[in-house]
C-alpha cells in the first residue's frame, strides 16, 4: 500500500504525542470519531471523514469511534442507522477497540446532557428564553450589527430552572420556550450569540421513544459526547470552523466549578485534557452531487432506481457500481485533506478503482455490440479449445479455457466494409488474429436489403493458433476478441456511465437535474466467455477492451449473473 498522505493533522497529532497531551492511563493517545446524523445515506464525501478519522486511529495506534449524532428525532430513523454501519463496515473500518464496542448514540448521553443544561443554569451560563424562535431570530443582530438581549436573559436562575424542568416534564408546546447559553450577544461571532441549546420537539425518538420532549442542539450536544468519549482530536468539516469557540466555551463551562451563594459547589463534569476541533475541506467532487437534500430528491423523485442504484454517489451505490473498499480508500488517500475548500476531479475516484482493480481483476472476454463472424473453412464439428491467462502479469494465477467454432460472435465495430486509414482490423482482404485463437482472413460481408452488414466471412489459418509454433509465421496488425456463437451465453449487461454530464451540476443555483447524462445507464445483451456463467454476485473482471465489470449484488442469480460496468479502461471525458 501507498505511503499515508501526510497532512496538517498528522503534524498536530504527532506534536501532541510527543508533548504528551493526551497521555492518559489505560488510553490511547489518539480517539477520533466519525459522527454521522442518521438522516440519509452516507456517500463519498463522508467516506473521506471515515477514512480520515478511522486511517489517522489506525496510524497511530488509537481507535475511533462511530457515534450516531441523533438528537433531530423527526429526520432520523433506524434504517438510516443501519445502512451506515453497513457502510462503514463494508469500508474496511471497525470501532472495536481492545473486544470493546465504540458504537455510540448522542442519545446515551440525553441524561447527561440535560444535568450539564440544569448545572449551566444555576452556574448563570444559560437561561430560559420566552421569546418566539422568530422574535430570537429577529434580535441576533447582524455581521455588522450586535444582536439585541432578550428580555428573559436576566430571569432569575431559580425561574429558568423551574421552567427548564417544566419543559421537560411536556407542560409546553413545541416552540414555547427555549434553553439559551448566555455568552455574548454583541460577539463578532453570530454562534456566540446566545445559541440556542435546548428545543421542546414533542417527538418520536427512534431509540429513546416518546421519553423525551426536549431535544439539545446539535453544537451543544457534540463537545460533550466527544469529552464524555474522551476524543482527542475531533475532525469536521471547515464550515464548523465558526462553531469551534462555542465548543471550546461548552467544555471550559463544565470543566470549571462554581460555588453557589449557598455554599453548595457544582459543576465539575469534565477534566482535562480536553477534545479539540479541527477543520479540514469536505470533499466537492466534479460529475457529483453531495447534499443530501439533493440526493433524497434523486431518489424520491425516482431520477435514480435507489440509494444504490449504481449512478449514485452513495457509498451503497458505489458498492453496487462495483467499486472495492480498497479503491475508495486509495482515493481518499490521494486526495489527502487540505485546509482550504477545492474541486476533486471524478477522474481521480475512476483512476483509484483502476489502480485497484487492474491487479485484482480476472479478465474475460465479452462481445457487447455483436457480429457474425462465420469461418467458412473451420470443421463443423471440431470443437477447439483456446486457452488464455486469468491475469497477464500474474501467469501462476493460471489459465482459463473456452471453445472456438465455425461461428463466433465478435464486435461489430471490429468490422469496416470500407477501413478508414490506419484500420487493421478486419475488412475483405485483411489479416487479423482470432485472439487466444488462430489468424483468420476476412473475404466478404453477408448485407441485408438496406446495406446493412448482417455477417461476416472469413477462412482461418490451422498452423496459426497462438501458443503453437506455427503461430510464429502469421505477422498482424489487428487483434480482436470474439466468443463462439454456440458456446457464449447471453447476459444482461448494464453500461453505466457518470450520472451528469457537467462538472459542476449544481453550480450557480441552476436545477442539477438538467446536469443529468441521459446516457449514465444503458442495458444490453450481450455475449459472454462461457466461464462467466458461475460468476457470483460482487465477482469482479476486467473485459478485455472493455474496462472492469462486476456480477450485480442484486440482481444476479444463479447461473444468471447479470453485469453492471464499473468504469471504461481508459478515461473517456478528458478529465
Ligand atoms: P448533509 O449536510 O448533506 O446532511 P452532513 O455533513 O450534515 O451532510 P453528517 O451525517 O452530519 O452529514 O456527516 C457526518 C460526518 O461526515 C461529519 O463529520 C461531516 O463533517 C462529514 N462529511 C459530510 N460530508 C462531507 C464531505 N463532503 N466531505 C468530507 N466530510 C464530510
Ligand atoms: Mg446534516
Ligand atoms: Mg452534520
Given at each position: 500500500?501507498?505511503p499515508?498522505?501526510?497532512?496538517?493533522l498528522?503534524?498536530?497529532i504527532?506534536q501532541?504525542?510527543?508533548?504528551?497531551?493526551?497521555r492518559?492511563?489505560?488510553m490511547p493517545?489518539v480517539?477520533?470519531?466519525?459522527?454521522?446524523?442518521?438522516?440519509?445515506?452516507?456517500h463519498?464525501?463522508?467516506?473521506?471523514s471515515?477514512c480520515?478519522n478511522f486511517?489517522?486511529?489506525r496510524?497511530?495506534?488509537?481507535?475511533?469511534?462511530?457515534?450516531?449524532?441523533?438528537?433531530?428525532?423527526?429526520?432520523?430513523?433506524?434504517?438510516?442507522?443501519?445502512t451506515?454501519?453497513?457502510?462503514?463496515k463494508?469500508?474496511?473500518?471497525?470501532?472495536e477497540h481492545?473486544d470493546?464496542?465504540?458504537l455510540n448514540y448522542?442519545?446515551?448521553?440525553?441524561d447527561?446532557?440535560?444535568l450539564?443544561?440544569?448545572?449551566l443554569?444555576e452556574?448563570?451560563?444559560?437561561?430560559v428564553?420566552?421569546?418566539?424562535?422568530?422574535?430570537?431570530?429577529a434580535t441576533?443582530?447582524?455581521?455588522?450589527?450586535?444582536?439585541k438581549?432578550?428580555?428573559?436573559?436576566?430571569?432569575p436562575?431559580?425561574?429558568?430552572?423551574?421552567?427548564?424542568r417544566?419543559?421537560?416534564?411536556?407542560?409546553?408546546?413545541d416552540?414555547?420556550?427555549?434553553?439559551?447559553?448566555?455568552i455574548?450577544?454583541?460577539s463578532?461571532?453570530m454562534?456566540?450569540?446566545?445559541?440556542?441549546?435546548?428545543?421542546?420537539?414533542?417527538a418520536?425518538?427512534?431509540?429513546t421513544?416518546?421519553?423525551?420532549c426536549i431535544?439539545p442542539?446539535?453544537?451543544?450536544?457534540?463537545?460533550?459526547?466527544?469529552a464524555?468519549?474522551?476524543?482527542t482530536?475531533?475532525i469536521?468539516?471547515?464550515?464548523f470552523?465558526?462553531?469551534?469557540?462555542?465548543?471550546d466555551?461548552?467544555?471550559?463551562?463544565?470543566?470549571?466549578t462554581?460555588?453557589?451563594?449557598?455554599g453548595?459547589?457544582?459543576?465539575?463534569f469534565l477534566?482535562?485534557?480536553?477534545?479539540h476541533?479541527?477543520?479540514?475541506?469536505?470533499?466537492?467532487?466534479?460529475?457529483?452531487?453531495?447534499?443530501?437534500?439533493r440526493?433524497i430528491?434523486?431518489?424520491?423523485e425516482g431520477?435514480?432506481?435507489?440509494?444504490?442504484?449504481?449512478?449514485?454517489?452513495t457509498?451503497?451505490?458505489?458498492?453496487r457500481?462495483?467499486y472495492?473498499?480498497?479503491?475508495?480508500?486509495?482515493?481518499?488517500?490521494?486526495?489527502?485533506v487540505a485546509?482550504?475548500d477545492?474541486?476533486i476531479?471524478?477522474?481521480?475516484?475512476?483512476?483509484?478503482l483502476?489502480?485497484?482493480?487492474d491487479?485484482?481483476?480476472?479478465?474475460?472476454?465479452?462481445?457487447l455490440?455483436?457480429?457474425?463472424?462465420?469461418?467458412d473453412?473451420?470443421?463443423?464439428?471440431?470443437?477447439?479449445?483456446?486457452?488464455?491467462?486469468?491475469?497477464p502479469?500474474?501467469?501462476?494465477?493460471?489459465?482459463?479455457?473456452f471453445?472456438?467454432?465455425?461461428?463466433?460472435?465478435?464486435?461489430r465495430?471490429?468490422?469496416?466494409e470500407?477501413?478508414?486509414k490506419?484500420?487493421?482490423?478486419?475488412?475483405?482482404?485483411?489479416?487479423?488474429?482470432?485472439?487466444y485463437?488462430?489468424?483468420?482472413?476476412?473475404?466478404h460481408a453477408?448485407?441485408?436489403?438496406?446495406?446493412?452488414?448482417?455477417a461476416?466471412h472469413?477462412?482461418?489459418?490451422?498452423?496459426?493458433?497462438?501458443g503453437?509454433?506455427?503461430?510464429a509465421?502469421?505477422?498482424?496488425?489487428?487483434?480482436i476478441?470474439?466468443?463462439?456463437?454456440?458456446?457464449?451465453?447471453q447476459?444482461?449487461?448494464?453500461?453505466?456511465?457518470?450520472?451528469?454530464s457537467?462538472?459542476?451540476?449544481?453550480?450557480?443555483?441552476?436545477?442539477?437535474?438538467?446536469?443529468?447524462?441521459?446516457?449514465?445507464?444503458?442495458?444490453i445483451?450481450?455475449?459472454?466467455?462461457p466461464?462467466?456463467?458461475?460468476a457470483?454476485?460482487?465477482?469482479?473482471?476486467?473485459?478485455?477492451r472493455?474496462g472492469?465489470?462486476?456480477?450485480d449484488?442484486?440482481?444476479?442469480?444463479p447461473?444468471k449473473?447479470?453485469?453492471?460496468?464499473?468504469?471504461?479502461?481508459?478515461?473517456?471525458?478528458?478529465?
Amino acid at each position: 500500500s501507498e505511503p499515508s498522505n501526510s497532512n496538517f493533522l498528522r503534524a498536530i497529532i504527532e506534536q501532541d504525542n510527543k508533548k504528551g497531551t493526551y497521555r492518559r492511563q489505560g488510553m490511547p493517545d489518539v480517539i477520533t470519531r466519525f459522527p454521522p446524523e442518521p438522516n440519509g445515506y452516507l456517500h463519498i464525501g463522508h467516506a473521506k471523514s471515515i477514512c480520515l478519522n478511522f486511517g489517522l486511529a489506525r496510524d497511530y495506534s488509537g481507535r475511533c469511534h462511530l457515534r450516531f449524532d441523533d438528537t433531530n428525532p423527526t429526520r432520523e430513523n433506524q434504517e438510516f442507522v443501519d445502512t451506515i454501519i453497513d457502510s462503514v463496515k463494508w469500508l474496511g473500518f471497525s470501532w472495536e477497540h481492545n473486544d470493546t464496542d465504540y458504537l455510540n448514540y448522542a442519545s446515551d448521553y440525553f441524561d447527561t446532557l440535560y444535568l450539564m443544561a440544569e448545572y449551566l443554569i444555576e452556574a448563570g451560563h444559560a437561561y430560559v428564553d420566552s421569546q418566539t424562535a422568530e422574535e430570537i431570530a429577529a434580535t441576533r443582530g447582524s455581521f455588522s450589527e450586535p444582536g439585541k438581549k432578550s428580555p428573559y436573559r436576566d430571569r432569575p436562575a431559580a425561574e429558568s430552572l423551574d421552567l427548564f424542568r417544566r419543559m421537560k416534564n411536556g407542560e409546553f408546546p413545541d416552540g414555547a420556550l427555549v434553553l439559551r447559553a448566555k455568552i455574548d450577544m454583541a460577539s463578532p461571532n453570530m454562534n456566540m450569540r446566545d445559541p440556542v441549546i435546548y428545543r421542546i420537539r414533542h417527538a418520536h425518538h427512534h431509540r429513546t421513544g416518546e421519553r423525551w420532549c426536549i431535544y439539545p442542539m446539535y453544537d451543544y450536544t457534540h463537545p460533550i459526547s466527544d469529552a464524555l468519549e474522551n476524543i482527542t482530536h475531533s475532525i469536521c468539516t471547515l464550515e464548523f470552523q465558526d462553531h469551534r469557540p462555542f465548543y471550546d466555551w461548552v467544555l471550559a463551562r463544565l470543566t470549571e466549578t462554581v460555588t453557589l451563594p449557598d455554599g453548595r459547589i457544582i459543576g465539575g463534569f469534565l477534566a482535562r485534557p480536553l477534545p479539540h476541533q479541527y477543520e479540514f475541506a469536505r470533499l466537492n467532487m466534479t460529475y457529483s452531487i453531495m447534499s443530501k437534500r439533493r440526493l433524497i430528491q434523486l431518489v424520491e423523485e425516482g431520477v435514480v432506481e435507489g440509494w444504490d442504484d449504481p449512478r449514485m454517489p452513495t457509498i451503497v451505490g458505489l458498492r453496487r457500481r462495483g467499486y472495492t473498499p480498497e479503491s475508495i480508500q486509495l482515493f481518499c488517500e490521494r486526495i489527502g485533506v487540505a485546509k482550504s475548500d477545492g474541486w476533486i476531479d471524478m477522474a481521480t475516484l475512476e483512476a483509484s478503482l483502476r489502480d485497484d482493480l487492474d491487479p485484482k481483476a480476472p479478465r474475460a472476454v465479452a462481445v457487447l455490440n455483436p457480429l457474425k463472424l462465420v469461418i467458412d473453412n473451420f470443421p463443423e464439428n471440431l470443437k477447439d479449445m483456446c486457452s488464455a491467462p486469468l491475469h497477464p502479469h500474474y501467469p501462476e494465477r493460471g489459465e482459463r479455457q473456452f471453445p472456438i467454432s465455425k461461428e463466433l460472435w465478435i464486435e461489430r465495430e471490429d468490422f469496416m466494409e470500407d477501413p478508414v486509414k490506419g484500420y487493421f482490423r478486419l475488412f475483405p482482404g485483411n489479416r487479423v488474429r482470432l485472439r487466444y485463437g488462430y489468424v483468420v482472413e476476412c473475404t466478404h460481408a453477408d448485407t441485408d436489403e438496406n446495406g446493412n452488414v448482417t455477417a461476416v466471412h472469413c477462412t482461418y489459418f490451422p498452423d496459426s493458433k497462438s501458443g503453437t509454433p506455427g503461430s510464429a509465421n502469421y505477422k498482424v496488425k489487428g487483434n480482436i476478441h470474439w466468443v463462439s456463437a454456440h458456446h457464449a451465453f447471453q447476459a444482461e449487461v448494464r453500461l453505466f456511465d457518470r450520472l451528469f454530464s457537467d462538472p459542476h451540476p449544481d453550480a450557480g443555483g441552476r436545477d442539477f437535474r438538467e446536469a443529468l447524462n441521459p446516457n449514465a445507464k444503458a442495458v444490453i445483451t450481450a455475449y459472454l466467455e462461457p466461464g462467466l456463467v458461475t460468476a457470483l454476485p460482487e465477482d469482479r473482471f476486467q473485459f478485455e477492451r472493455h474496462g472492469y465489470f462486476i456480477a450485480d449484488r442484486e440482481d444476479s442469480t444463479p447461473g444468471k449473473p447479470v453485469f453492471n460496468r464499473i468504469v471504461t479502461l481508459r478515461d473517456s471525458w478528458g478529465g
